[in-house]
Nanobody, 123 residues
Framework: QVQLVESGGGLVQAGGSLRLSCAAP????????RAWFRQAPGKEREFVAA???????DYAESVKGRFIVSRDNAKNTVYLQMNSLKPEDTAVYYC?????????????????WGQGTQVTVSS
């Protein structure tokens, strides 16, 4: 089973920063859209950010201006730079890859997933 490999989660104080990484195997084309989702306890998985193969991006309103998604196609890796973190950002963060260059905010449109990494923001 193809799986993306995530790293970079952890515990941080409110106002701090973390950077998540998500590496994909070669069979996931660099042109495919990639995204980040998160899931807090007792809540639905929600869209955080996405980046197309050509590099255009989109963000959930709750993270706009604080999070930055980027990709290094040479490494087939996507990053999520999270700044000005808030306690409400606490969740398990998942990276995902589509089988198309078109991204979606619907997690059911993604075929490949990482194992998830915990991000905890203390107040």
């Amino acid at each position: 089973q193809v799986q993306l490999v995530e790293s970079g989660g952890g515990l941080v104080q409110a106002g701090g920063s973390l950077r998540l990484s998500c590496a994909a195997p070669e069979l996931i084309y660099r042109s495919y859209a990639r995204a980040w989702f998160r899931q807090a306890p007792g809540k639905e998985r929600e869209f955080v950010a996405a980046i197309r193969g050509i590099g255009t991006t989109d963000y959930a309103e709750s993270v706009k201006g604080r999070f930055i998604v980027s990709r290094d196609n040479a490494k087939n890796t996507v990053y999520l730079q999270m700044n000005s973190l808030k306690p409400e950002d606490t969740a398990v963060y998942y990276c995902a890859a589509a089988q198309t260059a078109v991204y979606s905010t619907d997690y059911q449109k993604y075929s490949y997933w990482g194992q998830g990494t915990q991000v905890t923001v203390s107040s």
